[in-house]
């Protein structure tokens, strides 16, 4: 054993490493950008991936390039395009967000959130929450359940609004197939996340911010985060393996207990299906010393592939707040197309569709919106009159939006006015008298 050392010196030894990137789509990359200058140009399975307008792609002349097929198709992404069109095939989900207002139809989960939210803000108490006869845990835990399209990440997204206004520190780690395998990968996100560490250009710097966040009694542990935060910082003697795994453990809940002393913090695990065994194991001790809201979402497990036991200490708990996402009322349903349309009334022909074909299913809602948007079967217009055409008078709502039935090619068809000025136009089965 040596006596531990100055914070200067750790930040002496900190070595910086460079690395590279090879590969087929690197390469690829590269020539792009040499041989299309000042353009946004990839290949067609990109432009595929992107779900973004095929209208907005325009074919490149083709030049041969070394180390890329001849066979190989290349486009260029043209933004200014969308301009000089009438309606937007694509409503990026963001921006439905940010100008649509609250979510739609999730009142009562809502309410349940911000009751444990307020457990949060409530000064701490030693006691924690007693979650069996042998144990205490100090941490607030929620999981939410339902199958794929039900909306888990957007009233995460909420929820995350929500207490971000309340001056909760809010940080998120999203977990896939391929990282189901990856040790530590979930806890890795929340750390990078909690200390902004993508922001950090090396090892160097990614060092400095850790070395300035802890105590000096705790400087000499550094070391134990060397492989999980790609940093380099020496240490002083060689651990066995199991002490390693011990001392690393705590390392992480010090780092969680002392940020959510600093601040209150809720943490969001999306997918949380997809978790490693590993970062179940750590999130289980974090729970119980750190004082923090935790929030995760999961589908539901089928019988053939029960949850690992280390999950189901946590999502099976008596401390967990289970909460059940159903299908969305009809109602609802049609509130959630006007968002998305951005106007204030439907079409009858449009709502017995959604009510027919969506189930309830938000996630069906937008992808039927989004399809009839794209095949030009729903139509945005952004001309208040048009007077090329006989129509009716307009029906005047209580709101003072304005609903014009019209005629074109001896069939009705219904105009309706949204906010900012927009119509959306639809086949009119019948007229409304």
Not at 45 to 68: E, H
Not at 113 to 140: R, Y
Request: proline share 4%; charged share 30%.
């Amino acid at each position: 054993y040596q006596e531990p050392r100055s914070k200067q010196w750790y930040q002496r030894r900190v070595r910086g490493h460079e690395y590279g990137v090879i590969g087929k789509s690197v390469n690829l990359a590269a020539r792009l950008m040499s041989n299309y200058p000042k353009r946004i140009a990839c290949d067609d399975t990109t432009r595929t991936l992107s779900n973004l307008d095929p209208q907005d792609f325009l074919k490149l002349a083709y030049i041969k390039m070394k180390g890329v097929p001849s066979n190989n198709v290349h486009y260029e992404y043209k933004i200014d395009r969308r301009k000089d069109r009438l309606f937007s095939t694509f409503i990026p989900p963001q921006q439905i967000e940010d100008d649509g207002g609250k979510i739609i139809g999730r009142v009562e989960e809502m309410k349940i959130f911000e009751q444990e939210l307020a457990k949060l803000l409530e000064p701490e108490i030693d006691d924690g929450i007693q979650s069996s006869s042998t144990e205490q845990v100090k941490s607030i835990v929620m999981k939410i359940e339902s199958a794929t399209g039900m909306g888990k990440t957007r009233l995460l997204q909420e929820m995350k609004n929500v207490a971000e206004k309340k001056k909760v520190r809010v940080i998120f780690a999203a977990a896939g197939a391929v990282e189901h395998a990856t040790p530590h990968f979930a806890i890795k996100a929340l750390l990078v996340q909690m200390f902004r560490l993508m922001e950090c250009c090396s090892a160097t710097d990614r060092a400095d911010v850790i070395i300035k966040f802890v105590e000096e009694d705790m400087i000499k542990e550094i070391y134990l985060l060397n492989e999980l935060l790609k940093i380099h910082v020496g240490y002083v003697k060689r651990a066995r393996e199991k002490d390693k795994k011990k001392k690393l453990t705590n390392m992480i809940c010090y780092l969680f207990e002392k940020a959510a002393k600093e601040q209150r913090t809720m943490i969001i695990l999306d997918d949380a299906q997809w978790i490693d065994k590993d970062s179940w194991i750590m999130l289980y001790e974090i729970i119980k010393r750190c004082r923090a809201l935790i929030v995760c979402s999961t589908r539901p497990f089928p019988a053939a592939q029960p949850p690992m036991e280390e999950a189901k200490r946590i999502l099976n708990a008596p401390f967990t707040k289970d909460i059940h996402l159903s299908s969305l009322k009809p109602d609802d349903m049609v509130m959630l197309a006007c968002q998305l349309i951005k106007v204030t009334r439907l079409p009858i022909q449009l709502i017995n569709i959604l009510r027919t074909r969506s189930h309830g299913v938000p996630l069906y809602a937008e992808q039927l919106v989004s399809t009839m948007l794209q095949f030009k079967v729903l139509q945005v217009h952004t001309e208040k009159q048009r007077h090329d055409i006989n129509r009716t008078g307009p029906l005047v709502t209580d709101t003072g939006w304005t609903m014009l039935f019209t005629r074109e090619s001896s069939s009705w068809m219904v105009e309706v006015t949204g906010w900012s000025g927009c119509v959306l136009k639809f086949p009119a089965l019948c007229r409304a008298e």
